[in-house]
């Protein structure tokens, strides 16, 4: 089993860059590299939608639509940490950002329930 601890959120005004982190440990029997990483985000009220994914090597990504361009994806095995660049962030960016491990697959999933492990989130809030 895995476990995965987000950090980077905060609150910050529309238009900056913000780069959340999700650092994975115990993960006896297999490396970081042996898992595919998802991040999601769930505003109040609202589902837990995808944000992005990245394969185990990380030579494959995958954005939801409405992030492409503005969020990257990326990762670094050697510190079993994944990334989430966001830039220009805007209001509606507000929301709970999880990451997530799958054991399973080798590319990326969009739906959270392909997901076996999942970190606490981190807040991220958008406001002037």
């Known amino acids: 089993q895995v476990q995965l601890i987000e950090s980077g959120g905060g609150l910050v005004q529309p238009g900056v860059s913000l780069r959340l982190s999700c650092a994975a440990s115990?993960?006896?029997?297999?490396?970081?590299?042996?898992?595919?990483m998802g991040w999601f985000r769930q505003a109040p009220g609202k589902e837990r939608d995808f944000v992005a994914g990245i394969s185990r090597s990380g030579g494959s990504t995958r954005y939801a639509d409405s992030m492409k361009g503005r969020f990257t994806i990326s990762r670094d095995n050697a510190k079993n940490t994944v990334y989430l660049q966001m830039n220009s962030v805007k209001p509606n960016d507000t929301a709970i950002y999880y990451c997530a491990a799958d054991e399973n697959r080798v590319v990326p999933m969009t739906n959270s329930r392909e997901y076996d492990y999942w970190g606490q989130g981190t807040q991220v809030t958008v406001s002037s």
């Open positions: 115990g993960a006896s029997g297999r490396t970081f590299s042996g898992y595919v």
